[in-house]
């Protein structure tokens, strides 16, 4: 029984990849049609697969079901946890976990940085939407209609000379995040703070949060802050890979 199970484990995958044949999950199991077809039959009395006119086998509803329905109890701040942890220790600076809600950037998650320097940020605050690496890295994937709407709706705030001051500048910051793949704020919330976000993504390619890197002037420039963005991608892909994303899903169309 247990390598019956096993078997029909290892086609759901199989077909996962790509809808298959009886031929192709007979050749993947390394057994006679007949057995692949009983094997198969089994998942699609099941609603684990469908076929369609030709014989070929996708996914069933009901594994689509479960995965909504698992996915629904993934909290963004639990599975992000050891990748968060993991990333502060390997660079030794304030690391901070952010997400949407309703039009407004929250930090959910936060590892203080090994410096006597505190960062003004706290877990439930809100990230200015203009000036915080956080918040640029999650507006900048959102669709264009919901980027557009929340940049149209925001106050400009100048914090500092470095302060983003117009729906230009935004947009086109916002541009050049998306193009780069993470954000970055020099100077422009805090005179003396520097910041990379990368955004975390779910497995549709829709934006589901941020992670980012902040230090301070004293202990790093940009310069060297930017040679930590492979870390970040590290640490935001791997999140966004628990979420089910892969490296050639879609995203959001910008």
Not at 68 to 82: G, H, M, Q
Not at 85 to 103: F, R, Y
Not at 208 to 220: E, K, M, N, P, R
Request: hydrophobic share 40%.
């Amino acid at each position: 029984m247990s390598q019956t199970v096993q078997r029909a484990i290892r086609v759901l995958g199989l077909i996962a990849e790509r809808p298959s044949s009886i031929e192709r999950v007979a050749s993947f199991m390394g057994t006679h049609r007949s057995t692949a077809l009983r094997t198969l039959q089994v998942l699609e009395a099941e609603q684990m697969v469908a076929r369609d006119a030709h014989n070929v086998f996708r996914l069933g509803r009901r594994v689509i079901s479960l995965a909504n329905a698992a996915l629904e109890y993934i909290d963004l701040r639990t599975v992000a946890a050891p990748f968060l942890t993991k990333l502060s220790h390997e660079v030794e600076h304030t690391i901070h976990l952010a997400m949407l809600e309703a039009d407004t950037v929250v930090y959910i998650d936060k590892r203080e940085a090994r410096q006597t320097v505190r960062m003004y940020s706290r877990i439930g605050n809100s990230a200015p939407l203009h000036c915080t690496g956080v918040a640029k890295a999650i507006v900048a994937f959102l669709p264009a209609e919901d980027r557009d709407r929340i940049a149209g709706d925001i106050d400009f705030v100048v914090h500092t000379e470095n302060t983003l001051a117009s729906l230009d500048e935004y947009l086109k910051d916002l541009e050049s995040t998306r193009d780069r793949g993470y954000a970055i704020d020099h100077l422009e919330h805090e005179p003396w703070v520097n910041c990379i976000a990368a955004p975390v993504f779910e497995a549709s390619g829709s934006v589901l949060g941020s992670v980012s890197i902040t230090t301070t002037t004293l202990s790093c420039d940009l310069e060297t802050l930017l040679t930590m963005v492979p870390r970040l991608f590290e640490t935001s892909r791997g999140i966004s890979r628990e979420f089910g994303w892969t490296d050639d899903a879609d995203r959001t169309d910008p």
